[in-house]
C-alpha cells in the first residue's frame, strides 16, 4: 500500500530480548510491514483487540469478510507461530444506529398489535397512516418530488423525476437545474421503498394486514418513531436490550457456522458505564476535554498543542467534514463544541435515547470511548494489536487512540503515550465496485448465502483466503470458480490419501532420487515458501497457491510409497487447519488426515463397502471380453453385511440388497456384458446418488477398485453441468430432426401438386399446354428473363411430382 503521508510522531518500535520469528504485519499506523515484538517482554503473550459488530440486523458477507480474515490472523500467531493470544471483542455498543433501530422496532411492533389480525383486512386508519408516512419518507428522502403530491401521483412523479425502471435509475442525486450530480448511493433503495409503498397504499384494496405491512413496513418505521420517541422512559433499557440481544446472538451463530473462534473475552459497553464515565472525567482532568450542554467534548485543539499526534492512522481526513460528521451521528450539527474537529466523549440524552447518570446530566457515552474504555480495561495503557475494517481507520480509530492517549499521558504536560503497537484494518467486501452496506440494502445475508449451493462455510473462507486480509475483495464468478477448484483439489487429495490411509502401507525408506524423495523436495520446498508467506503479513493468497501447487506436484507423481503420501496430507492438514478450514479439526492429533466431510456416515459403511467390492468385481469381469457368470452369482453370494436394526442403516441395507439381487439376476439369465454395467452405473448415479455417497471410478487411473466418497458441492455442480449440456444437445437434435421431419412433409405435400397445374393462379391468365404461364394477370406476356426462372421450378416440380406418382 502506498502512503498517503507522513505519520506524525514516528512509530516507536516496540523492543524484546525474547526469540522472535520474522514476522511482519502491514501496521495502518505507519502504513508500512513492521517487525512484530510483543509488549511482553518474554515476547510470548499478545494482546488483540477487535471492534464488535453494530448488531441492530443479521450479519452480511460484508462482516463474514471482517470477522474470518481477523480470526484468520488471530489463528495464524496462535496456531502457527505460537503466541498465546488474549482476544478481546466488544459488544452491544450504543450506537444511534441501534438506539433508533430499536425504537423503530418497538413502535412498529406496538401499532401492528394494535391493528388486530394481521390476517385481518386493511382499515382506512392503517391506510391513512401508511400514506402519511409516505408522505414524511418521500420529503426527507425524495427531493425531487413535489411536497404535496396525493396519493395517486406517487408514481408518475417517480417515473418523471427519476426514471421508470428503479435498476437503471443512476446512483446520484439530480440538482434541479441540470448541473453535475452529487452522489447518494441510498438513493436505489429509496426509490424502491417508495415504489413498493405507493403500489398498496394506492392500489387495491384486497390485501390482508399481513401483506400490506410487507410492502409499508420500510416508511412506517421513520414515521412511528418520529411520531412516539419523546414518549419512551430513557432508564429503561430494555427496549435497546431486547434488539441488540437478538442480532448479537445471531451474529455468533453466524460466526460459529463460519468456524470464526469466539472472543476469549467479550465486553458489552452497558457493563462498564460507570467506567467509561470516568474515563471520560480523568480526560477532563488532563485538560483535553470539556463540558458544554450537549455533553463532553474532546478538544483536540488542547491535545495537539500539548505536543501528542491526533488523526495518526489518516492525518489527511482530519479535516474531512463528511467524516467528522458520521462519527459524530445525532450530534453532527450541535453549536455547542468550541471546533468541528472537536469529538463527543459524552453525549446528553434526548428524549427517546437510553440514558445513564453523570456528573454532567443524564446522557450516554460517545461512540469512540467505548472501545477505549472496554480495551483499557482488560489490557491497561497499551496493547499489541487493534483489528477493524478500513472504514474505521478515520475517526473511530483516530479517535479512540487520541482519547486513549490523553487518558494515560501524565496530564497535559506529559509525553507521548502508544496505546496500540500495531492497527490492521481489513478490506471491504464490495459487490459492482460498491462497499456492502446495511444502509445501502445492497448486501446478502450469511445466512442467505449458505442457503445457495455456490457457499459453504468453507467455501466462504477459502474465497477470503485467496486475497490479502488488509486488501478489499470483490465476489464475482471468476472468485467462485477459483475457490470451487482450490477446494476441488484439496478434496480429491485428501481422498485419495484417506484411501492410501486405509491401505497396508509399506514402511520402506524412500531413497535419494526416487519418486518419494522429489516429493518429500518439494514439501520441504512448500514449508519454507509457506512460512515466508505467513511472516509476510499473513500472505493467504501466496499459502493457498503453496497448497496447490504441492498437491499438483504429487498428482504428477507415480509409484509413490504409502508413508509419503501421508508425510504430505498430514502437513497439509495442519495448515488447513491452522487456517480454520475444518471446523472438526484437531491439531494434537498428528496423524489426523484431511478434513470433515470426507467420510460417508458410519450407518452406510458395512453395507456401502461391500456393495461397491461387488460393483468392482461385476464391472471387471463384463469388461474383460469374457464373461463368467458363475463367478459372478458366487461373488454376489458371498458378498455379506452384518443385520442391522438401526433406522439410519434400513436405506443402505436395502440398496445392498437390491444390489445383489439384480446381479444375481442378470447372472441368471446370462444378460450381456451391457445389462451388468448399465446396472453397476445405476448403482453409482442413481441408488447411492441419492444417498449422497458417490464411487468414482478409476480405471484411467489403473485403479480397479472406486473410491467410495460423500456428494460434495463440486460433483453436485460438476452433474448439473453435464445435464444441462446432454440436454441442450437432446434439444438441439429433437429440433433439428423436427425440422428435418416438417420440410420433408412439406416436400411431400410439394409433390402431390402436378407440374402442369402449378402456375395455375391469380398471377397468371394465359398459360400454354404444359401449364406454363404465357400472360400475368394485366394480360402482358411474361418477360424471357420471368419465364427462365418459371421454366427452372416448373422442370424442378415435374421430377418431384413424377416421383410421388411412382411411389404410388
Known amino acids: ?93 450504543i450506537d444511534d444506529k441501534i438506539i433508533i433501530r430499536a425504537r423503530q422496532q418497538f413502535f412498529l411492533a406496538r401499532f401492528k398489535e394494535q391493528q388486530g389480525d394481521p390476517k385481518g383486512p386493511v382499515t382506512d386508519a392503517v391506510k391513512e397512516t401508511a400514506r402519511l408516512a409516505l408522505k414524511q419518507f418521500a420529503q426527507k428522502n425524495l427531493e425531487l418530488l413535489p411536497e404535496d403530491l396525493l396519493t395517486d401521483q406517487y408514481s408518475s412523479a417517480l417515473d418523471k423525476a427519476y426514471g421508470t425502471d428503479a435498476e437503471q435509475v443512476a446512483l446520484a442525486t439530480k440538482i434541479a437545474d441540470g448541473s ?173 435515547e437510553p440514558a445513564w447518570d453523570s456528573p454532567w446530566g443524564a446522557g450516554r457515552p460517545g461512540w469512540h470511548i467505548e472501545c477505549s474504555v472496554m480495551a483499557s480495561k482488560e489490557f491497561g495503557a497499551a496493547m499489541d494489536l487493534h483489528a477493524g475494517g478500513v472504514d474505521l481507520r478515520f475517526p473511530h480509530h483516530d479517535n479512540e487512540l487520541a482519547q486513549s492517549e490523553a487518558y494515560y499521558a501524565a496530564g497535559a504536560s506529559g509525553g507521548n503515550v502508544q496505546w496500540v503497537n500495531y492497527f490492521i484494518h481489513t478490506g471491504h467486501l464490495s459487490i459492482a465496485g460498491m462497499k456492502m452496506s446495511k444502509s445501502l440494502k445492497n448486501f446478502t445475508t450469511i445466512r442467505e448465502a449458505l442457503e445457495r449451493p455456490e457457499w459453504t462455510p468453507r467455501t466462504m473462507r477459502i474465497c477470503f483466503l485467496q486475497g490479502a486480509w488488509a486488501e478489499g475483495a470483490e465476489i464475482s464468478e471468476e472468485l467462485i470458480k477459483q475457490t470451487a477448484a482450490w477446494e476441488k483439489t484439496m478434496n480429491n487429495f485428501f481422498l485419495k490419501s484417506l484411501d492410501v490411509a486405509r491401505s497396508a502401507l509399506s514402511t520402506t525408506s524412500a531413497r535419494p532420487g526416487d519418486p518419494d524423495q522429489k516429493l518429500l523436495n518439494a514439501l520441504e520446498k512448500a514449508k519454507t515458501d509457506l512460512d515466508a508467506a505467513l511472516c509476510d503479513s499473513f500472505d493467504t493468497a501466496t499459502v493457498m497457491s503453496t497448497l496447490a501447487g504441492l498437491v499438483n506436484e504429487y498428482n504428477v507423481v507415480t509409484g509413490v510409497q504409502p508413508q509419503t503420501v501421508l508425510t504430505l496430507a498430514r502437513w497439509v492438514t495442519r495448515i488447513v487447519t491452522i487456517l480454520g478450514l475444518d471446523a472438526e479439526g484437531d491439531l494434537a492429533d498428528e496423524n489426523r488426515v484431511g478434513w470433515s466431510g470426507l467420510e460417508i456416515p458410519e450407518a452406510a459403511k458395512p453395507y456401502v463397502h461391500p456393495a461397491s467390492n461387488l460393483r468392482d468385481q461385476v464391472r471387471s469381469i463384463a469388461k474383460s471380453g469374457s464373461l463368467d457368470y458363475t463367478t459372478i452369482e458366487k461373488s454376489a453370494d458371498a458378498t455379506s453385511a452384518p443385520t442391522s436394526s438401526n433406522q ?161
Open 1 to 93: 500500500m502506498a502512503s498517503k503521508g507522513p505519520t506524525q510522531p514516528p512509530w516507536t518500535k516496540p523492543t524484546s530480548s525474547a526469540t522472535l520469528p520474522s514476522l511482519n504485519i502491514y501496521n495502518s499506523l505507519t502504513r508500512r510491514k513492521d517487525p512484530f515484538v510483543p509488549i511482553d517482554p518474554s515476547g510470548k503473550n499478545v494482546t488483540f483487540y477487535a471492534c464488535g459488530p453494530t448488531p441492530y440486523d443479521d450479519s452480511h458477507l460484508g462482516h463474514a469478510k471482517n470477522y474470518v480474515s481477523i480470526d484468520i490472523v488471530r489463528r495464524i500467531l496462535k496456531d502457527y507461530f505460537g503466541f498465546n493470544v488474549k482476544f478481546v471483542m466488544n459488544s452491544t455498543n
Open 180 to 352: 453535475a450530480a452529487t452522489v447518494n448511493p441510498k438513493l436505489k433503495g429509496h426509490i424502491k421503498t417508495a415504489r413498493a409503498a405507493v403500489e398498496v397504499v394506492h392500489g387495491p384494496g384486497n390485501l390482508n394486514l399481513s401483506d400490506f405491512y410487507d410492502k409499508v413496513d420500510d416508511i412506517l418505521l421513520p414515521y412511528l418513531d418520529a411520531k412516539y420517541k419523546t414518549e419512551l422512559d430513557s432508564s429503561d433499557y430494555t427496549i435497546f436490550s431486547k434488539l441488540t440481544e437478538k442480532y448479537e446472538n445471531r451474529f455468533f451463530e453466524d460466526m460459529g457456522r463460519l468456524n470464526v473462534l469466539y472472543p476469549d473475552v467479550l465486553i458489552k459497553v452497558t457493563e462498564v458505564v460507570p467506567e467509561i464515565v470516568d474515563f471520560v472525567q480523568k480526560i477532563i482532568d488532563n485538560g483535553f476535554a470539556y463540558a458544554t450542554s450537549d455533553g463532553v467534548w474532546f478538544d483536540t485543539d488542547a491535545f495537539e498543542k500539548a505536543g501528542h499526534p491526533y488523526a495518526r492512522l489518516e492525518p489527511w481526513n482530519k479535516t474531512d467534514q463528511e467524516l467528522l460528521a458520521d462519527g459524530e451521528g445525532s450530534l453532527a450539527q450541535t453549536d455547542t463544541k468550541k471546533s468541528v474537529s472537536h469529538f463527543a466523549l459524552w453525549k446528553a440524552s434526548k428524549p427517546g
Open 648 to 808: 439410519s442403516s434400513q436405506p443402505y441395507v436395502q440398496v445392498l440388497q437390491d444390489f445383489q439381487g439384480q446381479v444375481k439376476k442378470l447372472a441368471h439369465d446370462q444378460a450381456p456384458a451391457k445389462d451388468l454395467l448399465a446396472l453397476c452405473d445405476k448403482l453409482r448415479d442413481v441408488s447411492l446418488w441419492d444417498l449422497g455417497i458417490y464411487l468414482e471410478d478409476r480405471d484411467h487411473l489403473g485403479e480397479k477398485s472406486a473410491m467410495i466418497r460423500p456428494l460434495d458441492r463440486s460433483l453436485v455442480i460438476e452433474r448439473a453441468e453435464r445435464e444441462q449440456i446432454a440436454a441442450a444437445k437432446a434439444k438441439a437434435k429433437a429440433e433439428k430432426e423436427a425440422k428435418a421431419a416438417e420440410a420433408e412433409k412439406a416436400l411431400r405435400e410439394k409433390a402431390k401438386i402436378s407440374h402442369v397445374e402449378m402456375y395455375k393462379t391469380d398471377e397468371y391468365s394465359e398459360w400454354d399446354k404444359d401449364g406454363l404461364p404465357t400472360k400475368d394477370s394485366k394480360g402482358e406476356e411474361v418477360t424471357k428473363n420471368k419465364k427462365k426462372k418459371l421454366v427452372k421450378d416448373w422442370e424442378k416440380q415435374k421430377k418431384l411430382h413424377e416421383e410421388y406418382l411412382k411411389s404410388q
